[in-house]
């Protein structure tokens, strides 16, 4: 089985993903994925 995949983001993703997460016009599933990846950023 291969290694889990640990993310970096510098201040500049982390706030993109953000801003991604709590849009409105931007569909659920790419909020979600946004929000799974700061979950993985943060261990």
Known sequence: M???IHLILN???NRTL???R???TVPQR???R???IRLNAQG
Do not use: C, N
Request: proline residues 11%; glycine residues 0%; hydrophobic residues 45%.
């Open 34 to 36: 946004a929000h799974m």
């Open 18 to 20: 953000v801003e991604l």
């Open 2 to 4: 291969p290694a889990p």
């Open 30 to 32: 790419t909020r979600d």
């Open 11 to 13: 201040s500049e993703e």
């Open 22 to 24: 709590l849009a409105i």
